[in-house]
């Protein structure tokens, strides 16, 4: 694995924060290269030199979450519900910005089918339909309703401020999450 300069990681992680600051103002469609320049500090030249165009740019973005939640869950594997949604809350807290931005906005429903398609997968491994309370239930229907639910839940939250802080919300999240799984 090559290590990356730490020069390329800032830049990149300006031209990210800028993305993410823009579209939290106006609608993606609207947003230039240059916007993202100009808000980032950067010359145009470099954002193409990291990203073909915004739509690239955008694409790493929301990959680089995705990737990011699933190493969670890789961990969160060898934990209960709550330790679990507690570290998913928290990363959720620490990148307030690109998930208030992602699932709040409404040119973002690209990054809303994908991040309920990556919570559709991590609950298909949990669901159980050979006993207890999904007994007779389709594994396909359980895991897409808990999903969908726990998205919604995590827009909610994002979307009123996080009036809880993130061990609380796991606890109550992790709770209603045992009365489904």
């Known amino acids: 694995m090559t290590k990356v300069d730490r020069r390329v990681a800032r830049t990149q992680e300006a031209i990210?924060?800028?993305c993410l600051e823009l579209?939290?103002?106006?609608?993606?469609?609207?947003i230039t290269i240059q916007d993202i320049s100009d808000r980032?500090?950067?010359?145009?030249?470099?954002?193409?030199?990291?990203?073909m165009?915004?739509?690239?740019?955008?694409?790493?973005?929301?990959?680089?979450h995705i990737s990011n939640m699933a190493k969670l869950c890789e961990l969160e594997a060898e934990m209960d519900w709550i330790e679990a949604t507690v570290?998913?809350?928290?990363?959720?807290?620490?990148?307030y910005l690109?998930?208030?931005?992602m699932l709040l906005s409404e040119g973002a429903q690209y990054f809303r089918s994908r991040f309920v398609q990556h919570n559709i997968e991590e609950f298909k491994k949990d669901v159980d339909i050979t006993k207890g309370k999904n007994l007779g239930q389709n594994e396909d229907i359980v895991a897409e309703f808990v999903a969908n639910a726990y998205v919604g839940v995590v827009e909610w939250w994002l979307k009123n401020g996080m009036?809880?802080?993130?061990?609380?919300?796991?606890?109550?999240?992790?709770?209603l999450l045992d009365r489904i799984i």
Do not use: Q
């Not at 980032?40 to 990203?51: E, G, K, L, Q």
């Not at 165009?53 to 680089?64: A, G, N, S, W, Y």
């Open 87 to 95: 570290l998913c809350m928290e990363y959720l807290e620490s990148n």
């Open 163 to 175: 009036p809880y802080p993130p061990k609380e919300m796991a606890e109550k999240v992790g709770d």
């Open 40 to 51: 980032a500090n950067i010359n145009r030249a470099t954002v193409y030199h990291h990203y």
């Open 53 to 64: 165009d915004k739509f690239d740019l955008l694409d790493k973005i929301i990959e680089e």
């Open 23 to 30: 579209m939290s103002e106006k609608d993606f469609d609207s």
């Open 16 to 18: 990210k924060k800028a």
């Open 98 to 101: 690109f998930f208030s931005t």
